[in-house]
């Protein structure tokens, strides 16, 4: 009886400290195992990559076409000081009388505008104003106004307009080739060059020589 107590008790004392077959194998594999961090995870992990909106296209840059502080330029237009497609001339300025009008065209005779040289401008073609290629209108310049029978640009005394009037026998000024004399202008005639030896040579009413008062050379 003693003996099967005692078989008993090592069978019982064996069963208590016999170590667990899996007890080992899991140590040994908790021990192999990286350590668990309790730390949280880190943020300083670099974010998904995302395809760039930038370009170096400059259609799709934003301020492409700005001027300086991002102001949009102006276009070209008359008065901005430089000579764009179309105009003749930009000199920058709102002065109309200068070497460039306000419309970016040269100043013209004609142009209403009254320039350096010009005497006056009333901006038409009419010859027979006050005005006539940007000069006052005067007797002699070729032009017949109003107040003129005739203008043919010259002084001369001789021919059919005198003092832009119509010449006429009797007006005092001898016509060349139509009139032999008118009123005093004898064209340097006298009683001797019509074969007299002295008197008077006159113009009659014709304007014709009137030799009534020439005489012959007393006969000795």
């Known amino acids: 009886m003693i003996a099967r107590r005692a ?11 016999a170590p667990d077959p899996g007890e080992g194998e899991g140590t040994e594999a908790s021990s192999g195992s990286l350590p668990t961090s309790t730390e949280p995870a880190s943020t300083d992990a670099p974010a998904t990559t995302r395809p760039s909106n930038t370009t170096d296209d400059p259609s799709t840059d934003s301020t492409a076409g700005e ?7 102006l276009p070209p237009y008359c008065g901005d000081g430089a000579l764009d497609p179309g105009e003749e001339c930009d000199d920058g300025n709102l002065f109309d009388d200068d070497g460039c009008t306000n419309a970016c065209v ?23 104003d006050d005005c006539t290629v940007c000069r006052f209108a005067y007797c002699g310049d070729g032009f017949v106004r109003y107040s003129e029978e005739c203008d043919d640009d010259n002084d001369n005394d001789d021919d059919d307009c005198i003092d832009c009037s119509f010449a006429y026998c009797g007006d005092g000024y001898r016509r060349a080739g139509v009139e032999e004399c008118d009123g005093n202008d004898l064209g340097g005639q006298d009683c001797v060059s019509h074969g007299f030896a002295e008197g008077v040579l006159a113009c009659n009413g014709d304007c014709g020589f009137d030799t009534s008062m ?4 007393p006969v000795r």
């Open 7 to 17: 078989l008993l008790a090592l069978a019982l004392a064996g069963a208590c400290g």
């Open 67 to 73: 001027g300086e502080g991002g102001v949009m330029p």
């Open 106 to 128: 040269l100043p013209f005779c004609g142009d209403a505008m009254v320039q350096d040289g010009e005497a006056c401008d009333d901006g038409n073609d009419d010859y027979s």
């Open 214 to 217: 020439c005489v012959d050379a």
